[in-house]
């Protein structure tokens, strides 16, 4: 039971983890796209 428990803990964490890394990405990659959208707004004025 308590190997389980242990086991499970571990596997949430690592869930958190992979789900925290994951934003950051999508964040960064959300960043970027708004970034090139100003760029070429900007560059066509």
Known sequence: MKVLKIYNYSFFKLLFVSLN?????????????????????????
């Open 21 to 45: 890394l994951i934003f950051e990405f999508v964040l960064i990659v959300e960043y970027n796209s708004i970034k090139l959208i100003f760029l070429k707004k900007y560059h066509k004025l």
